[in-house]
């Protein structure tokens, strides 16, 4: 099989029943966002909408206006600005990785060249700062664009410090909050502004946004590592390949011994396939990949006791199940190691 | 000497002796704004923003605000925002266009690769919107949002639209409009809407910057046919190379016979260098130059009657200024032809 083509498989389903009929009427929203363009840019807009991702940030700004009182048309736009920054950034980070398919569909960049994805991207997040500036409160507008920039901010120092050894977990957890957890906490933090809620619970909300943001990274780190294409449904082991130094890989690294470090360092630098089995037998890697699931399982326990200033309702249960799904797809991690 | 290698001399200086002290303010928060990224991220922001262009949207939103009351923090601000905005459309054109030289310097692209470089727009125009959702107006921060969407949507109408010799004069005025005259517009329009004018004024300013604008591009467009590299102080002859039809081009097309459009096609599409003695010899080349800048400058005329609504002031009168300045341009443009 050509390694650049995705598997087709079941990526991991996360627990949204509770709000499917809202994530439907989102998914309409961000479609008709299509229209909204120019005819000669709509197909394009359209294309990259549709190549449907998990949703998980409309998901996380509706379960939070359901938490903190209820759902309005604020939390669903908030779904679809953010959804649609999201869809930017992987144009943009499709152009950069050479990516060809995602989620089995050939990429913006694949499909029409890196100068028009430049600017597809470009239109989508101008766009969805556009509708961000439609909110009464700036302060809501302005956070998303703070968190737009975080997202941009967290590729850049990733893409510096690729194949850089000297790379510290505290910056790689830097980065990772920047690149991922910084939008997660985005559809938390402002559905609790949208509700008015207590500084308290907004603080709490935020946190657990940027905990859930950071264990899903992590999470992903690791399935690059040890996961399986079919299952994962989509394309593995590109990240040592890229020169990215995720915390299994820093966690590998803290250990080895001085030999072992050369020699992952000759590997990483002239971009030799490295899989489970030959990491395996350079250095305590089941270590590194236990040691880097039990960092994020921790997180995930810490954003479990940030819900806890929530009162009871089906969406806390939910926002609680969230966790509780990614704690199910690490242990699969760890097993796999 | 290297065709891409720009001559080291002056291009043109916009009669901005008015606000030339404001401006050096600007400049100073320009900078300052880089200090506002994280330190591995800094150094490219302030390089991007250190080649210093002609600073034409800050300077208009400056004497606008003083032709319509008075020039406060909330117009220096727009200024820089817009300047930001611009600054990270130009990054992202110069990983499309492959240019390697911008104002003698090394562009982000040929610096830094074109990853760095989408990103690194990216961040600039997240920042720029994040300091355009400050103001308390939402309708000033949108119609930013919009005219950068504007202005990318321009772009890629623009790289759709290339080697496309059905290209009509609306379709090129109406991508002009967005991807240069957008950007003026909000500056003198914002302006306006600042210092809480009329709408009628509001109005006028905003046909003004419209209009200016376009008669900018036009003037750009026959500049590259016809201009000199070593006054202009940039690499010309471009636009057809990469299948940019202009007007002075659409006007040529006009008015060829079809042995003259098969000629013309045959050489665009081919990439062959189609330079001012080349093309006078398939058709009415001077002709097509003439009505581009007539074109041009009879959208000056009209920019010149939209100030009409303002009182008598230096800033007024500046503004005018500029229109003539633009027009003498044009004039050179039209004896070099």
Redesign the interface.
Known sequence: MNPTITADASPPVFPFELVRNELEMIETAIQAQARS??P??EA?VSYVCKSSGKRIRPALALLTGGATGAVTDEHRKLGVILELVHIA?LV?DD??DGAELRRNLPTAAAKWG???S??????L???A??L?????D?AI??A???A??D???G???Q??RRYDLNLSVPEYLKIIEMKTAALFAAATHLAAVLNDCTPAVQEAMKNYGLRLGTAYQIYDDCLDLVGDESTAGKTLRTDLLKGKLTLPVLYLLEKATNHQKTKLNRMLLNGEPMDTTILAGIADYEGAVERAVTFAKDMLKDARKDLMVLGDSPQHHALIEITAYLDKLLDKCRAAA
Chains 1, 2 share one sequence.
């Open positions: 363009f120019e000669g840019i394009y950034s943009h152009i950069m890196a100068s028009l430049v600017l597809l991207g470009d239109v997040f101008a766009h700062l556009e961000a500036s439609e909110y009464n700036s507008s302005r998303i664009a703070r737009s920039r997202v941009c901010a590729e850049i120092l893409t510096q």
